[in-house]
């Protein structure tokens, strides 16, 4: 069974503070993991995955096999990027096209 | 807009009755996703198609619910015999097949209030 694990409901940060959501994951094949984000009254958008190694409005994120985290950073936070953030896992490589979520970590920046 | 609709936005039902919801996927994206979340939880996978064909269904789905995507282009869901614990927000996504990795493009939703 696959799992993802967001310890954090809820990270209040100061603006121009450094950012780090958590995200640990349990799956038995080769993941495939992504962030997701739902700023206040939008829809739930794709932020970044990992295979694509990039780097959205300052966000990173690094798949780390030996401790199954994929920690999403920012260096600087902005009031902007107060949001509600979820980590996915995704079975494709097992044929399977479903997402599962952790349950979200709400991000709140201080201005 | 060009992005994923859903319809109603809102619903609700008194438990018993049957509802159904629609979602129009973007329109050249052939695979859509059903997921349904509830308060202080993560979206949870129900079902996937990919054209007509329903190819994944969660285990979550029950008995009562269905859901169908004839003509490969938008999808219903519908709920029979609705309880309290159906009340949530049911999204649809959708994503076009062939793209590594695929980005699924997320609908704003049918809250559903059952009482």
């Known amino acids: 069974a696959q799992r993802v694990t967001q310890p954090e409901k809820l990270l209040s940060v100061f603006k121009g503070a450094p950012v780090e959501l958590k995200c640990n994951y349990s799956?038995?094949?080769?993941?495939?993991l992504f962030w997701y984000v739902q700023y206040s009254r939008q829809r739930l958008q794709l932020l970044l995955r990992?295979?694509s190694r990039e780097s959205i409005k300052g966000f990173t994120a690094d798949l780390n096999k030996g401790e199954t985290s994929f920690h999403l950073k920012k260096p600087f936070a902005q009031e902007e990027d107060s949001a509600m953030y979820y980590c996915?896992?995704?079975?494709?490589?097992?044929?399977?096209?479903?997402?599962?979520f952790g349950k979200g970590t709400k991000l709140s920046v201080i201005p | 807009d060009t992005g994923v609709s859903q319809n109603p936005r809102h619903k609700i039902t008194k438990r018993g009755q049957n509802v159904t919801f629609r979602c129009d996927p973007i329109?050249?994206?052939?695979?859509l996703y059903w997921y349904r979340q509830t308060l202080g939880q993560g979206p949870e996978f129900l079902t996937y198609?990919?054209?007509?064909?329903?190819?994944?269904k969660s285990r979550l789905l029950s008995d009562r619910f269905s859901a169908e995507r004839p003509k490969g282009s938008f999808s219903t869901l519908e709920i029979q015999r609705t309880e309290q614990g159906d009340s949530a927000m049911y999204l649809c996504?959708?994503?076009?097949?062939?793209?590594?990795?695929?980005?699924?493009?997320f609908g704003s939703g049918t809250q559903l209030s059952v009482l």
């Open positions: 996504a959708s994503s076009l097949t062939g793209v590594l990795n695929e980005k699924l493009f």
């Open positions: 996915a896992l995704s079975g494709q490589g097992a044929g399977s096209y479903q997402l599962t």
């Open positions: 799956y038995s094949g080769s993941p495939e």
């Open positions: 329109s050249e994206h052939n695979r």
């Open positions: 990992h295979i």
């Open positions: 198609f990919q054209n007509e064909a329903q190819l994944e």
